[in-house]
């Protein structure tokens, strides 16, 4: 799941106003960071099978400190206890944690069964990606609760946040419907890897560009 992740992390900033929405996206996709940087290191592994699901060409044949759920819920802990320490905010620190270990979830609903609850066990998944209509379904409805919560929770700073704020959304879509329709398998997996990172810097940075020109309505009140 790609854009459901981000949904959380948008739904969240109205539970964790103090948190801001590029540290909440992190938290959501947390595993997905971690996942390029141990597959670089070789110790996790994925493999370019085209057809081996509908929705992705990959075949995630080994992930064991990223995407585990045991290993999730470690990170989730870590990942809350560095921004309760950075800013004292345990509101915020919960809610982080939790969305880390989302991930796990998530991804158990979407992908076939390659998600074990701990390193080395029994692998589960429902393979929500075989149904392309569902997936988008589950996904797009996802997207536009979590938008709406976060819009909601917050205000527009200046016309920067305002058209800023929806620009982000659109980036959103057009890249779930460019990867769900458009792209081609990857060449490799270095390209895999490679390319992860550079998303992820990428959208974390126009995030908080966004971020920073809204203002969070509940922090007003606090």
């Known amino acids: 799941m790609f854009i459901g992740h981000f949904a959380l992390g948008f739904a969240a900033k109205k539970a964790a106003p103090k948190a801001s929405l590029p540290t909440l996206f992190a938290a959501s996709v947390f595993a997905d960071i971690l996942w390029p940087v141990f597959l670089a290191l070789g110790a996790e592994e994925v493999v370019i099978d085209p057809g081996n699901t509908v929705m992705t060409p990959l075949h995630f044949v080994s992930y064991p400190y990223s995407h585990t759920l045991v290993m999730l819920l470690m990170w989730g802990a870590l990942f809350g206890g560095l921004y309760l320490a950075l800013t004292k905010d345990s509101r915020g620190a919960v809610v982080l944690a939790a969305l880390v270990a989302s991930h796990w979830v998530l991804d158990w609903i979407t992908h076939g069964p390659d998600m074990a609850v701990y390193p080395g066990g029994e692998?589960?998944?429902?393979?929500?990606?075989?149904?392309?209509?569902?997936?988008?379904?589950?996904?797009?409805?996802?997207?536009?609760?979590?938008?709406?919560?976060?819009?909601?929770?917050?205000?527009?700073?200046?016309?920067?946040?305002?058209?800023?704020?929806?620009?982000?959304?659109?980036?959103?879509?057009?890249?779930?419907?460019?990867?769900?329709?458009?792209?081609?398998?990857?060449?490799?997996?270095?390209?895999?890897?490679?390319?992860?990172?550079?998303?992820?810097?990428?959208?974390?940075?126009?995030?908080?560009?966004?971020?920073?020109?809204?203002?969070?309505?509940?922090?007003?009140?606090?």
């Not at 057009?174 to 890897?193: C, E, K, N, Q, T």
């Open 123 to 222: 692998m589960f998944g429902l393979g929500m990606w075989n149904s392309p209509g569902l997936t988008w379904a589950v996904e797009l409805t996802m997207f536009v609760i979590g938008v709406w919560i976060y819009a909601g929770a917050t205000r527009a700073r200046d016309a920067r946040g305002k058209w800023g704020f929806w620009l982000l959304v659109l980036l959103f879509l057009f890249a779930y419907l460019g990867d769900a329709f458009m792209a081609a398998p990857p060449p490799s997996v270095r390209v895999i890897w490679i390319s992860a990172l550079v998303a992820t810097a990428i959208t974390l940075v126009l995030t908080w560009w966004v971020d920073r020109h809204r203002q969070p309505i509940s922090i007003e009140h606090l």
